[in-house]
């Protein structure tokens, strides 16, 4: 029996929709894992999960990501939290002496993200590109850090907490004062350390 063209056209549709099935189900099966840019700060206080934007900040990202791995965050304190603003760590130590940490890397700041509460950015002194270890999470809006702002050039935001903001939040509140250190007299610094037990990249 001949098949009208409107069979024929049937039958080649559910074809191709079966092959494209079967694709798909052996490209899920052998290409692996998809890879997510979620690190994890395990705190005194809690677990704070955050999204790493590779795409818009991809050397923001791999050097962050190279601290998580190599264990430098690990043991280490927010050294700086004000409440309304934000919360500071990634390079003091408990009893104040600073790590140092890998060669600066360039600013990204201009690349569309905001310092809107939840993101993570870099900090760093006056030089744009002097950015190392030393991160932040902004507890509200800080346009003022944004591109081109304060200085031209801005603060890089490369992430945001995407789980423990709760955490965040609890760290913010911390009652803080000034802190002896080897190189004089901190302020800010939490009353109680807050301190980063364990910082890991977070498998798919």
């Known amino acids: 029996m001949k098949l009208n063209r409107r069979m024929a056209m049937t039958v080649v549709v559910l074809f191709l929709f079966s092959s494209s099935i079967i694709l798909m189900a052996v490209d899920t099966l052998f290409r692996g894992p998809e890879v997510k840019n979620i690190a994890v700060l395990e705190t005194s206080l809690g677990v704070i999960e955050i999204e790493l934007d590779r795409?818009?900040?991809?050397?923001?990202?791999?050097?962050?990501?190279?601290?998580v791995e190599e264990g430098f965050y690990d043991?280490?304190?927010?050294?700086?939290?004000?409440?309304?603003?934000?919360?500071?760590?990634?390079?003091?130590?408990?009893?104040?002496?600073?790590?140092?940490?890998?060669?600066?890397?360039?600013?990204?700041?201009?690349?569309?993200?905001?310092?809107?509460?939840?993101t993570i950015a870099m900090a760093r002194s006056s030089d744009p590109d002097s950015a190392t270890s030393q991160f932040f999470i902004n507890t509200v809006d800080n346009p003022g850090l944004d591109y081109p702002n304060p200085d031209g050039y801005g603060y890089t935001v490369f992430g945001k907490v995407v789980e423990g903001m709760d955490v965040v939040d609890a760290i913010e509140s911390a009652s803080t004062g000034d802190k002896a250190t080897p190189y004089g007299a901190m302020s800010d610094w939490p009353v109680t350390d807050v301190v980063i037990v364990r910082a890991y990249m977070k498998e798919s």
């Open 75 to 118: 043991g280490l304190v927010f050294h700086r939290v004000i409440e309304g603003f934000m919360i500071q760590g990634g390079g003091v130590q408990p009893d104040g002496t600073w790590k140092e940490g890998n060669d600066p890397i360039r600013n990204e700041a201009r690349n569309g993200l905001k310092n809107e509460r939840g």
């Open 55 to 67: 795409d818009k900040t991809p050397v923001t990202v791999d050097n962050f990501v190279t601290y």
